[in-house]
Every structure is written in C-alpha cells, then in structure tokens.
C-alpha cells in the first residue's frame, strides 16, 4: 500500500475549499486566462496546484498595480516628454507606499514583486522604476510581456514559496529541498530546487476523530526529520506519536505491506 497516496485518500475534509487561498483563486482565477504561459494553471484543483497559481495570480497583480501607480504619478510631473526632478522623487515616493501592501520574495537584498519575471527586470520595479522613461524598458508595461515571463518555479526555486505570495509555512530545507506546512489543507509539502511538490503528506485521516492543530509545527517537526533521513518507518510512528495520523491506519499500512512483500518473496521463491 502506497504510505503518501493513502494518507491523502483517507485525509479527514479540511477548510481548504473555505479557506482563503481557495476564495481567492475562484475570485482571480480569470486572471491566468490572458496568458498563454500559465493558462493551465486556471484549471488547477488540488491544493498545491491552487496554491502555484495564486503565486502567478499575485504576480500579475503586483505588476499591474505597480504600473498603474507609475503611470499615473509619471502623468503629473512630465512636461514636454520629461519628468523633471521633483517628479522623479514623487515617483519613486508613490512606488514606495505601494509597496508596502504588496506581497514579495526577497533574495538577497533585492526584493522581488513580479515572480513571473527574471530577476534582472524586477530590479526595474524594485529600484530603477524610472528606467520605464526608456522606449525598450517600456514594452513591459501593459498586457505585451507574455514573450519575457519566466516560470517562477524554475526561476526561484521552493524559496517562492517562502515569500509573501502564500501562506506556507517553512518547516525545513535539507540539501535544497524544503518542507512547508499549510493549514488550510492540514498538509506538509515537500518542494524541490525546482519549485515542484515531489511529496505531500497529509495530515488527520478520518480514524483519528477529531483532532487538534496545537503546537503544530512541534508535530510536524519530527515527521519531516524522518522523511529527510529517508527512515520510512521512523516517519510513520511520529505520525502517530504526534497525533497527526491514526494507529489504525498505520498499522493498516503496514500490515498490508507486509503481506503484499511477503506474497512477493513467494513468487521469487517458486
């Protein structure tokens, strides 16, 4: 029996379809619809994948909300096709404040708004806003970008889930890999150096009754311990150790891995 894929079938219902991260991809969903690159992500169901979209979504947001500050500062200090000095320090003022209520990654010391582009445009609306004076620079402005985005998984890594655009909470990282925890779905998403899930470990089964959310990240802690250590076994008794899955369903599991290995040693054996 397969440990990961049975603990998500018996997994207890969770607040996720009523939690926030849902409520908002069902609101902004249509937002993905204008881009051919992450169009897909529109359809998404599963949690995780709600999850990677509504990081796109807010990425779409920010810049559109950043542009829209910037072009409409801009429109009151330029005069014969220049923003003279005084504009230029009300621009960047007008950028500052509106950033404060936007969501970010920051690497280094550089923050990053738009996950959707490379890291190298992001310094444009982070610290060199002005640069959209220039006719090049100012293509990215509006809807006709779709030829410069990049994937923010591929580009940023599981650190883009350690950022403003989600709720996720960081467990761990072990050799570029990390563990986050998520509340609304009662899961722990085990995210590689290329932003994608390779595990997602799901929490409460329906034998467990009702449960507890206390001191939860001194449960999870131990179980993703294990799971770095690859100790299969390990990860299954702190499941249970920590009131995070049932005795039942563990042993179940167990049980029937037992037998089917033992079945298997049979057939070898004839």
Known sequence: MKLFETLE?????????????????????????SSE???????????????????????????????????????IYRKNGKINPEGEIAIRKAMDEVKVSLPYLKVGHEY??????SKSLNLIYDKDILRFEEKPVRTLLGAGFETVLVDPFDTYGWKIFDSYFTNLIKVKEVRGTAAFFDYDSLSIYIVNSQGRLDVKISLFDRALGKH????????????????????????????????????????????DEKKLFSNIERQIEK
């Open 9 to 33: 079938k018996k997994q207890q219902f969770t607040d996720f379809d009523a939690g926030a991260e849902n409520r908002f991809f069902i609101s902004r969903s249509a937002t993905l619809n």
């Open 37 to 75: 690159t992450f169009h897909n992500l529109s359809r998404a169901q599963k949690p995780f994948d709600i999850i990677r979209a509504n990081i796109v979504i807010r990425a779409f947001l920010n810049k559109k909300k950043l542009e829209e500050v910037y072009q409409a500062t801009s429109r």
């Open 112 to 117: 990053i708004y738009v996950p959707v582009l």
């Open 212 to 255: 507890s959310t206390n001191h939860m990240m001194e449960r999870v802690l131990p179980v993703v311990d294990a799971y770095f250590r690859d100790d299969r076994e390990g990860l299954m008794k702190k499941l249970v150790e920590n009131q995070l899955i049932s005795s039942s369903l563990i042993y179940k599991i167990s049980s």
